[in-house]
C-alpha cells in the first residue's frame, strides 16, 4: 500500500468538516487523534524503530495533501514535525532511539517557544531551577502551536548555565494550556498561550540549547510551504466546483453556462498552474532539505545546508506571493455571489496571508539574496532576526 494509498480516506474524512469547522470554530482535535491512528506523525520514523519510513519529499506531498484537506493541520503538527527532524539526527544514540519509539507508539508533541515579553527567541524570560533531583519550570508562552493537541511540549527556558530545551508532559501539574489565539486565518491551530508554573520536570528532560549547523531551520518553514502548497490545491479544486455549480452568466450572456465561458475558463487555468508550480517547489525545496541530510557527517554538511536554507527560503517568496494571488483571483470567476459566507472561499486568503505574515517573506528574500552576493551563511543571518520573524 502506497502513503497515498493509505492517508487519502483520512484526509478526505477530514476534508469534508473542515468548512463546518472554520465557521464554528470547533478544534481538529478528533482529526488529530484519526491521524495519529493512521499512523501520520509517525511517518518519517524508521521502519526499524515502529514507524513508517517515509523520505523528507514523501512524507512532504503527504503533508500538501493534508494541508488540502484542512490547512490548520500541517500547521498545528508543525512543532510534532520539527521536534522528530531533531530526534533523527540527535548526536545521543540513546536520547534517538528513546523517543523515536515514542513517537511509533503514538506520541505527539507540541512546541511553546516564543513569548511576549523576551527580546529574542534565544533568550527566555521563563527559568529552569534545580529542585532534587530534577528541575522546575516557570514561565508564559505565546504561539504554543499545537500544544493543546499534544502529549509532551517542547519549550525553552533560561537555566543556570544559559538557554536550555526542555520536554514537558502536557499533563503534567502546573501545565496550563489556552486556546486564545485570535488571528483571522488559521484559527484552529491551538496557536494560544501555554503557562508553567512550578512544573516538575525529570533531568533526562532537560537539553542545553546549541546552535550546531542543522536543516532544523529549513524543516519549519518547509511546513509552512506545504500548508500553502495546500491550500492553492484545495482553492483550485474549490473553485472548479462552484464555477460547476453555477447556472446564471450575468456578465456573458454568450455562454449561459459560466463553465463554458472562455473567460472563466482562463482563470481557472491560470489558478491551476499556479498550483502546479507552488506544489513543484515545495517539492523541490523538500529534495534539498533531504540532500543535505544524506551526509550529516560529510565535511561539507554545513554548505549542504545552506543550499538546503536558500531553496527553501527562496521557494518561501515565490509560492507565498503565487498562493496569495490564486486566493484573490478565484473570485473573478463569479461575481458578488462568490462572497457569500455558505462558500467560505475567502478562508483560503485568510489562511495563506496568515502562513506569510508567520515568518515575513522580505526577511527570507534578504537572506537568500546576501547568500548569493557575499556567501553569508542563511544560518548566520537568520540567527539575528527580530523576535516573530
Known sequence: ????????????????????????????????????????????????????????????????????????????????????????????????????????????????????????????????????????????KFYSTGSLFADWIQTTAAGKDGTVNVLVPASAPGVTRIDDWDGFGQRLTGSGTTIFEDVPVAAEDVEPFEETRSTLMAVFQLVHLASLAGIARAAVADTVAYVNGRT?????????????????????????????????????????????????????????????DVAVFGAQGVVARLVLDLTTELFEVGGASAVTERFRLDRHWRNARTLASHNPVIYRDRIVGQYLLDGTSPSAAYAKLPEGA
Open 1 to 140: 500500500m502506497t502513503f497515498t494509498e493509505r492517508f487519502a480516506p483520512v484526509f478526505a474524512r477530514i476534508a469534508e468538516g473542515a468548512v463546518e469547522r472554520e465557521a464554528d470554530r470547533r478544534l481538529p482535535a478528533e482529526e488529530v487523534e484519526w491521524l495519529r491512528e493512521a499512523g501520520f506523525t509517525k511517518l518519517r520514523i524508521p521502519v526499524g524503530h515502529g514507524g513508517l519510513g517515509a523520505t523528507l519529499p514523501e512524507f512532504t506531498e503527504q503533508l500538501i495533501e493534508l494541508g488540502r484537506a484542512d490547512s490548520n493541520l500541517p500547521q498545528l503538527l508543525r512543532g510534532h514535525i520539527g521536534f522528530v527532524e531533531s530526534r533523527l539526527a540527535h548526536a545521543s544514540s540513546e536520547v534517538r532511539d528513546r523517543w523515536l519509539r515514542r513517537i511509533a507508539a503514538g506520541v505527539i508533541v507540541g512546541n511553546a517557544q516564543s513569548e511576549r515579553a523576551s527580546t529574542s527567541w534565544f533568550a527566555p524570560e521563563s527559568t529552569l531551577r534545580p529542585a532534587g533531583d530534577g528541575f522546575r519550570l516557570d514561565g508564559r
Open 248 to 308: 446564471r452568466n450575468l456578465h456573458n450572456p454568450a455562454h449561459p453556462s459560466p463553465a463554458t465561458d472562455p473567460q472563466v475558463q482562463q482563470v481557472v487555468g491560470r489558478l491551476a498552474g499556479a498550483s502546479t508550480v507552488v506544489s513543484a517547489a515545495v517539492l523541490s525545496a523538500a529534495g534539498a532539505i533531504s540532500a543535505a541530510r544524506s551526509e550529516p557527517d560529510s565535511d561539507r554538511f554545513a554548505d549542504r545546508a545552506d543550499v538546503a
